[in-house]
């Protein structure tokens, strides 16, 4: 969960007195600044704390300094509350090794990412408390995403070779926006040195807001999209073969707090773009949320489906009209084929 963004807030109001001195900035005010997304499928869960920055030089100036958008002296805890009652409380710790931040005008000198490790509980709250020297708790709650399962796919056999295919999985509650994943394993080979592979994956994201909620929740894949997706992020190096090895899918159920906040902050073709801000965080600004995550599985076993292609999407990853030139080359116990300037080229 790519799920952390800093947010700027400018805090502006005019004044005019006698000597018609303009002031644009309001007195600086500790502003929190807390995106936390929870997912009882994972052990781990990070939370991102900031804040807010206001003054007189330039963003790209105040940008630079940590101490405009970075704390150094927070307490946070993360509680957990069932039927009203506290459970468990769970301080949050300073990752060791947080991720690189992309480059950009905000310095990531200071930069800290706060986490904890819980197995969470279905059926319980939680609840984010972050306290500075002399300033107000920020706060903010959440439950869980419930619990579903995929119907569709489940067949190791995975046919992509029409138009589209189903797909489909149970209601969660609490749950009002899904993103599927569809990553896509293959060996990449060099021509003049088989011996010389390497293991890749390509991973396909798409969303789904539905309108309706019915028990079973449908989502008709277009096949075609994927297949044009992966001619746009597949080159035609002539100096390596690919070979399709196996795919593994996953969906995340967003909490409908993470669909209002999706929503405000789409993209707006009107003249004014200014959008309301959501925020869930009391004393604060940011998301504290929830999603799930599951993959196709067992309905005996519970052991996770790894897809295999079917022979048709075997031969339409390969030959379609938009992958061919796309190097990847279909194995049978016969002979190896791969497709080039329309004509298909076979060899033993």
């Known amino acids: 969960m790519n799920f952390g963004r800093i947010l700027v807030l400018f805090l502006g109001l005019l004044l005019f007195s006698c000597s018609n001195e303009l002031k644009v900035n309001a007195p600086w005010k500790d ?3 807390i995106y936390s ?25 105040m940008a630079s300094v940590p101490d405009s958008i970075y704390y150094s002296d927070l307490q946070a805890i993360v509680e957990e509350y069932i039927n009203g009652q506290k459970t468990r409380s769970f301080p949050l710790q300073i990752h060791p090794n947080p991720p690189k931040l992309n480059e950009g005008i905000f310095t990531t000198d200071g930069f800290r990412l706060y986490y904890f490790t819980a197995q969470l509980q279905n059926n319980a709250q939680y609840k984010i408390i ?11 709650t959440t439950d869980l995403v419930g619990t579903y399962r995929i119907v569709r ?4 056999q995975l046919n992509l070779s029409g138009r589209s295919t189903d797909f489909a999985w149970t209601r969660p509650e609490r749950a009002t926006i899904f993103t599927w994943e569809l990553d896509l394993f ?4 060099k021509v003049n040195n088989p011996l010389d592979t390497v293991t890749k994956v390509i991973t396909y994201t798409f969303n789904h807001e539905p309108i309706n909620f019915p028990q079973q929740l449908n989502y008709t894949f277009s096949t075609d999209q994927y297949f044009a997706f992966l001619a746009a992020n597949f080159d035609s190096d002539p100096t390596v073969y690919r070979f399709f090895r196996r795919m593994r899918m996953r969906l995340v159920a967003g909490h409908e707090t993470m669909a209002q906040f999706v929503r405000v902050n789409a993209p707006t073709g ?8 959501f925020t869930n965080v009391e004393n604060g600004v940011g998301l504290f949320t929830s999603s799930r995550t599951v993959v196709p599985s067992n309905i005996n076993t519970g052991q996770e489906i790894i897809f295999d292609f079917d022979q048709g999407t075997q031969i339409r990853l ?3 009209p938009v992958m061919c030139n796309k190097r990847f080359v279909r194995v049978t116990s016969v002979d190896s084929c791969i497709c080039i300037n329309g004509n298909i080229v076979c060899w033993r």
Do not use: M, N, W
């Open 31 to 33: 502003i929190p600044i």
């Open 37 to 61: 997304v929870l997912d009882p499928s994972k052990d781990t869960h990070f939370v991102r704390i900031h804040k807010a920055f206001l003054g007189d030089k330039p963003v790209a100036e």
């Open 130 to 140: 972050v306290s500075r020297p002399g300033q107000p708790d920020a706060t903010a």
């Open 153 to 156: 796919p489940v067949t190791q």
């Open 186 to 189: 293959y060996l990449e080979q």
């Open 270 to 277: 009107g003249i004014v773009q200014e959008r309301p801000l």
């Open 318 to 320: 390969f030959s379609d």
